[in-house]
T-cell receptor, first 112, second 111 residues
Framework: DAGITQSPRYKITETGRQVTLMCHQT?????MFWYRQDLGHGLRLIYY???????DKGEVPDGYVVSRSKTENFPLTLESATRSQTSVYFC???????????FGSGTRLTVV | GEDVEQSLFLSVREGDSSVINCTYT??????LYWYKQEPGAGLQLLTY?????DMKQDQRLTVLLNKKDKHLSLRIADTQTGDSAIYFC???????????FGKGTRLHILP
């Protein structure tokens, strides 16, 4: 299927566990992004990538790790999950040049 | 600092016009956007306006841009129940090519 897909759609994990959220896009967009959405904070950028093997920190990167070995995939790993990382996570991609981002449907993560 | 400001809530009667306002920070932003988020879904690009435009119309949507005041608005004519959503204003930061989002305005439609 064409587009940008995130998995899983919902995840419950325990404090201290490592968890990886997956993001896959089929357009070969250069840019990919990870945001978290929390009530009262809107969307906050966690990490972004301008191309394969190029990643950079966003506004709230602490506790997260990303990699981008292939253009189409941009997984986000929580190394040791904390309750404050309970959130809805959105992946997005873009060709750059101001055309805007295309978002995935999100992953709702609950850390208990 | 960088901040895109918009009111958090708006209630409008079905059939009336909705106007969602936003102020942004970077006077050199070349693109400004409106995204729509329906419950349980991701953000969907609704429309965008290039900075050399004052207005853009697309069916029921009208975007107005006042560069002097750094003010952006989205008008939805004949508001319908399907317009109930959160609307995000956003600007493209030229220096690093990233989009900064406002906190979103929740549009509630009254019968």
């Amino acid at each position: 299927d064409a587009g940008i897909t995130q998995s899983p759609r919902y995840k419950i994990t325990e404090t201290g566990r490592q968890v990886t959220l997956m993001c896959h896009q089929t357009w070969s967009h250069s840019y990919m992004f990870w945001y978290r959405q929390d009530l009262g904070h809107g969307l906050r950028l966690i990490y972004y990538s301008a191309a394969a093997d190029i990643t950079d920190k966003g506004e709230v990167p602490d506790g997260y790790v990303v990699s981008r070995s292939k253009t189409e995939n941009f997984p986000l790993t929580l190394e040791s999950a904390t309750r404050s990382q309970t959130s809805v996570y959105f992946c997005a991609s873009s060709t750059g040049g101001g055309v805007g981002y295309t978002f995935g449907s999100g992953t709702r993560l609950t850390v208990v | 600092g960088e901040d895109v400001e918009q009111s958090l809530f708006l209630s409008v009667r079905e059939g009336d016009s909705s106007v969602i306002n936003c102020t942004y920070t970077d006077s050199s932003s070349t693109y400004l956007y409106w995204y729509k988020q329906e419950p349980g879904a991701g953000l969907q690009l609704l429309t965008y306006i290039f900075s050399n435009m004052d207005m853009k119309q697309d069916q029921r949507l009208t975007v107005l841009l006042n560069k002097k005041d750094k003010h952006l608005s989205l008008r939805i004519a004949d508001t319908q129940t399907g317009d109930s959503a959160i609307y995000f204003c956003a600007e493209l930061m030229n220096r690093d090519d990233k989009i900064i989002f406002g906190k979103g305005t929740r549009l509630h439609i009254l019968p």
